[in-house]
DNA sequence: GGCAGTTGTAACAGAGTTGTAAAAACACGT
DNA sequence: ACGTGTTTTTACAACTCTGTTACAACTGCC
């Protein structure tokens, strides 16, 4: 179950992708412009962006650059395709040309979070199981109790599990955005999380930077 | 195993959908006039109507109206999709697109089912046992009265079973729509579902979030 | 080794959340 | 309008969580 927004000026596409990735379960939030969707992105965290290339005001490209490290998935008519490309040499991304299947667009909108780690209900690990929607966790087939924000942290930790997350980000995604209290609530969090799950080794600390999830490696 | 009902003018396609449904298990009546489905559906209840939109008689929508409650899952052709999209903001319905693969119309119809949890109409758990459709319940052999509201909650609770539900959406669900009220009413009812069913230790509360359903874990 | 900066850890108090009973508001038939 | 049964609100006590603090232990660098 994945954040995702859709950013497309024709109200009836738009509408149509957003109500069938809200049937499969995610969370959808619509823009028709460029600059609609940048001030979304800036408040809310998101986990993919579904672009259409030609947009009246800009195009699916440049929100992309100004939202970088976001995965993409593009919406592009079928004479635009060759050239631009190019735009996609990276992994976390897609297009599809237009018309297309929806069914085709949920596959790959499915696709893209699987590699990128996004909508995942359960992980397993170790003697360790997580169940995220049920919230709840078990340690060698003992239940474990965990609260809200333990299961926040944890579950960003996860999700961007091999690498190394910033205080400050862990903050972000993991805590109501009107929190700002700089102070060590994550360093205590994560003391909760390694005690409790017994995740020692899982959760390295990352001196002056803030902790990592390792797996696999 | 649902009972589906399947409205279709063309006779091929209809008994082809109906077919492929009964053989997987479901229970299928066929109409082929909205008249017809209309006089059906009021014999018998149903659990998934499948529409198709263009009719000789009328369209699905307005048969869709007036079974009101029933998810349907609506079959269109190709230029009549976009601007008829409106129906569906409700959350479990689905559309298909003509023509379409079998097995796609197989999946949406589960995945329908499973939204809706409409497959199951009575629930057993340790001495209890509850009749959604005939609303009764029974603990240990005795009858115990539940108020209307009391069911739609535990009907939630149930049909939802193993995952943690926020006060949120447990309202979205189980009250009228157009319930705004931010209050203790949720946590009144759950009390006394938990009093009256002895369901203390199955409904689960979640710190900060809401109430979880609990079997076999 | 010594130092400054950083992280681990335990304990605490306040804020926020839930359980519960009882009162108030509502719905509906008579 | 009244009475009955249901639902929502209110009030308060009990409880849980969370950020903070203080100090110990550690890290990297000189």
């Given at each position: 179950m994945a954040r995702i927004l859709v950013l497309e000026d024709e109200k009836a596409i738009n509408d149509l992708v957003a109500l069938n990735l809200g049937m499969v379960g995610h969370t959808v939030v619509q823009a028709f412009t460029g600059k609609e969707a940048l001030s979304i992105a800036e408040r809310t965290p998101l986990d993919l962006l579904i672009l259409?290339?030609?947009?009246?005001?800009?195009n699916g490209f440049s929100v992309y650059e100004k939202l970088k490290g976001t995965p993409a998935i593009f919406l592009t008519a079928l004479g635009e395709t060759a050239d631009k490309v190019?735009?996609?040499?990276?992994?976390?991304d897609d297009y599809i040309v237009k018309p297309f299947e929806m069914t085709e667009l949920l596959l790959r909108v499915e696709a893209v979070l699987r590699r990128t780690h996004k909508s995942e209900r359960r992980y397993q690990i170790d003697d360790l199981e997580i169940d995220f929607e049920a919230k709840t966790v078990t340690k060698g087939g003992e239940p474990v109790d965990l609260t809200l924000q333990e299961y926040a942290l944890l579950e960003v930790l996860i999700k961007n599990r091999n690498i190394a997350l910033s205080r400050q980000r862990l903050m972000r995604e993991a805590?109501?955005?009107?929190f700002l209290g700089e102070s060590r609530t994550i360093d205590v969090h994560v003391q909760r999380l390694r005690k409790k799950l017994g995740l020692d080794d899982r959760i390295k600390t990352i001196y002056r930077l803030g902790y990592r999830f390792e797996e696999g490696l």
């Amino acid at each position: 179950m994945a954040r995702i927004l859709v950013l497309e000026d024709e109200k009836a596409i738009n509408d149509l992708v957003a109500l069938n990735l809200g049937m499969v379960g995610h969370t959808v939030v619509q823009a028709f412009t460029g600059k609609e969707a940048l001030s979304i992105a800036e408040r809310t965290p998101l986990d993919l962006l579904i672009l259409d290339v030609m947009l009246p005001d800009t195009n699916g490209f440049s929100v992309y650059e100004k939202l970088k490290g976001t995965p993409a998935i593009f919406l592009t008519a079928l004479g635009e395709t060759a050239d631009k490309v190019k735009g996609f040499e990276r992994g976390a991304d897609d297009y599809i040309v237009k018309p297309f299947e929806m069914t085709e667009l949920l596959l790959r909108v499915e696709a893209v979070l699987r590699r990128t780690h996004k909508s995942e209900r359960r992980y397993q690990i170790d003697d360790l199981e997580i169940d995220f929607e049920a919230k709840t966790v078990t340690k060698g087939g003992e239940p474990v109790d965990l609260t809200l924000q333990e299961y926040a942290l944890l579950e960003v930790l996860i999700k961007n599990r091999n690498i190394a997350l910033s205080r400050q980000r862990l903050m972000r995604e993991a805590w109501d955005v009107s929190f700002l209290g700089e102070s060590r609530t994550i360093d205590v969090h994560v003391q909760r999380l390694r005690k409790k799950l017994g995740l020692d080794d899982r959760i390295k600390t990352i001196y002056r930077l803030g902790y990592r999830f390792e797996e696999g490696l």
